[in-house]
């Protein structure tokens, strides 16, 4: 056997057994637990009538009114919402209208948008889709706190996703925030309807508040530039009725908290018309009687893993300064898939008046984990882990709020970490610091 041979023959041992030991350095988070790896995609087939709604989703729109956005396969079903509080007994009928759009040779089924309300708060309501199909039902946030968020990114329709809407739905929440990668598409038009069937049963009973990631862009030179087709298609956010120009960006206010959706993919340079709606968004906050302010984007500005190191570093410096100054409580990105707090910072320092940032990028998508953290962790960073799961933020009052993050472990979810946070708001220190220049942070520790 020539020595050409036998390395043909040991290239694929030696490949696994470096690739294993990769693995075994980078897959743990403690000694108890073992890294799970990825799951296959599930399609989710269209099992209803073609007249019959499916992708049903609902999404907030102003303080007392819902968004019902659902798929037809049948072009001539109304775009007609009929509700009530009762079920089987529907009390009013709103009517909204439809769209649907080509891609290359995939054509989408009627894609309907209504606008219910409006609505009570803490209510139970149930509600039909173009006169036809099952009853669905939901319930409306609180008006005022406590209030629970859902937080999940990069979540893409693998059996991880599975697991991981169904640890999100074993608990209550009011509402879910999701900093974008939602289908992983990716120009495979019928992953986005399967998509929709797979997250219905959720998406459908309690309201999905989204921002657009990388997965979402879809863009092919010349044919079509400008991307973003199939999500401003189907993920209607109220973007109008923030001032917002965009469904890329927007804002809404629910139970005493600002939420801010930024788009990580849209112009956010000084001089773009993303960063001149922020700074007048932030600009009209009553933190009297709104302690609470709440940002979501897709690409980290904080990152200590190897994967995607650095590409929110334009827009962090772009824009973090006008969060800073507005006194933003809590940042979260997706993108990284993996999860990771920071304690808070400004310009790359811990600093007790700036946000905590937050990377949750562990929905379940597809690509799998990123395993690699830098080493040594930054001082800045407080708990890291390439694991999926997701995270719930309670915000219980004008000044303390409670996160926490459950590891998806299959089976069973698993509270790994938690934090209390107290509103930037309640803090008179702050509010004299972020008019001025901040200082070099030295020696400050993480606020619980």
Not at 142 to 160: M, N, R
Request: aromatic share 12%; charged share 20%; with cysteine.
């Amino acid at each position: 056997m020539d020595k050409m041979e036998k390395w043909r023959l040991l290239f694929p041992l030696l490949f696994f057994f470096l690739f294993f030991i990769q693995l075994h350095l980078h897959s743990h988070a403690s000694s108890e637990y073992t890294r799970q790896p990825p799951r296959p995609i599930i399609f989710t087939p269209h099992q209803r009538s073609e007249s019959d709604p499916q992708q049903v989703h609902i999404s907030l729109v102003g303080k007392d009114h819902m968004r019902v956005s659902w798929v037809t396969s049948e072009h001539h079903v109304p775009s007609t919402v009929e509700y009530g509080k009762t079920p089987g007994k529907y009390e009013a009928t709103a009517t909204g209208e439809s769209t649907k759009y080509r891609y290359f040779f995939y054509s989408s089924g009627e894609i309907h948008h209504v606008k219910i309300g409006p609505l009570g708060p803490s209510t139970s309501y149930y509600y039909r889709c173009g006169g036809s199909g099952p009853e669905f039902s939901f319930r409306t946030p609180p008006s005022t706190l406590p209030i629970e968020f859902a937080v999940v990114g990069d979540l893409g329709q693998t059996e991880w996703t599975a697991s991981t809407l169904a640890h999100v739905n074993a608990s209550d929440h009011d509402l879910l925030l999701l900093p974008g990668d939602l289908s992983y598409a990716d120009t495979q038009q019928s992953l986005w309807d399967s998509f929709g069937r797979l997250v219905e049963p959720y998406a459908s009973r309690r309201p999905w508040m989204v921002t657009e990631g990388n997965h979402e862009i879809e863009s092919i030179p010349i044919i079509y530039p400008h991307g973003f087709k199939a999500f401003n298609s189907r993920w209607l956010m109220p973007y109008q009725d923030s001032s917002s120009n965009s469904n890329l960006y927007y804002s809404f206010g629910v139970a005493g908290t600002h939420v801010v959706m930024l788009g990580s993919y849209a112009e956010f340079d000084s001089g773009s018309d993303q960063y001149k709606w922020l700074v007048a968004d932030l600009a009209g906050v009553d933190r009297a009687a709104t302690p609470w302010v709440v940002v979501l984007l897709h690409a980290p500005w904080y990152n200590s893993n190897s994967a995607h190191k650095g590409e929110g570093e334009k827009m962090r410096k772009a824009m973090e300064e006008v969060l800073y100054k507005a006194q933003v409580d809590v940042v979260f990105a997706g993108h990284v898939h993996a999860y990771e707090r920071f304690t808070r910072v400004y310009d790359n320092k811990a600093d007790p008046c700036g946000p905590v940032y937050m990377t949750i990028g562990d929905g379940g998508n597809r690509e799998g984990l990123a395993l690699k953290f830098e080493e040594p962790s930054p001082s800045i960073s407080l708990y890291r882990e390439a694991s999926f799961g997701h995270g719930r933020l309670r915000i219980l009052n004008n000044t303390h709020a409670h996160w926490s993050w459950q590891r998806n472990n299959d089976s069973n979810s698993v509270l790994a970490d938690e934090l209390w946070l107290e509103s930037l708001s309640a803090s008179n220190s702050c509010k004299l610091q972020v008019n001025k220049a901040p200082e070099s942070a030295t020696s400050f520790q993480d606020e619980l």
